[in-house]
């Protein structure tokens, strides 16, 4: 009996479970887009180099042109339909409109997504090439305008939006982290599967 060339899958995405009958060599960004209808998510150079397909899987950002569908089985994908809380925006979005951070759009999801991730990574206290101080027990660098450009590199507008994308992520971070201190930052590590500050002092 030859092998066969399909799988039935179940994906979880925004929220919601799916089964799906797909090709094992579809993309999730295929299978986001033409099974799921999610078009949100864009498909740029289909190589992995210009984030326009990035989501969110298990909290953690993917560029879903380079991975499988059966792949993505049992994570918890989230596109950027499902970042906002209802008819609520989520701060990402909310300051990307108030601060023109996009022009024709099309990278916008993608750059949405990433931004969602860049937030929670750096109250996780994960360092970036331009971190400074890159020790486990170190509190986290300020998100300033040079960590947020090395954190969103992944990320390419062809319009040349950067700066006002830089200003929007700077606003959101400013807006999700105001006065939650060492409590952001060890619910922020748990969020991407790390121990608390204190945890890591003891492992490091």
Same mark, same amino acid.
């Given at each position: ?38 078009? /949100?998510?864009?498909? !740029? ?5 210009? @984030?326009?397909?990035?989501? *969110?899987?298990? @909290? ?7 991975? *499988? ?7 918890? =994908?989230?596109?950027? #339909?499902? =970042? ?6 989520? %701060?990402?979005? #909310? ?14 999801? !993608? ?20 971190? /400074? ?6 509190? %986290?660098?300020?998100?300033? +305008? +040079? ?6 590199? @992944?990320?390419?507008?062809?319009? /040349? ?20 201190? +060492? #409590? ?10 790390? @121990? ?9």
């Amino acid at each position: 009996m030859p092998p066969t060339t399909r799988s039935d899958i179940s994906l979880r995405v925004n929220g919601e479970t799916h089964a799906l009958t797909v090709d094992n060599r579809t993309t999730l960004l295929d299978a986001l887009r033409e099974n799921l209808g999610l078009t /949100g998510t864009k498909k !740029g150079c289909d190589q992995g180099q210009c @984030g326009a397909c990035t989501v *969110l899987a298990d @909290g953690r950002r993917a560029v879903s042109c380079l991975q *499988l569908a059966v792949a993505a089985e049992g994570a918890d =994908i989230t596109t950027v #339909e499902g =970042i906002s809380d209802g008819e609520d925006l989520h %701060p990402v979005q #909310e300051a990307f409109l108030e601060l023109d951070g996009y022009q024709c759009g099309y990278c916008t999801s !993608g750059q949405i997504c990433s931004a969602v991730a860049v937030i929670r990574e750096h109250a996780a206290g994960w360092p970036s090439a331009a971190t /400074g101080d890159v020790r486990p027990d170190a509190e %986290p660098p300020p998100l300033d +305008a +040079a960590e947020i450009r090395e954190r969103m590199s @992944g990320n390419l507008c062809r319009c /040349g939006a950067y700066p006002a994308i830089v200003r929007a992520v700077g606003r959101a971070a400013e807006q999700t982290n105001a006065g939650q201190g +060492a #409590e952001r930052t060890n619910a922020g590590r748990a969020a991407v599967g790390l @121990g608390t500050a204190e945890e890591s002092k003891v492992t490091a």
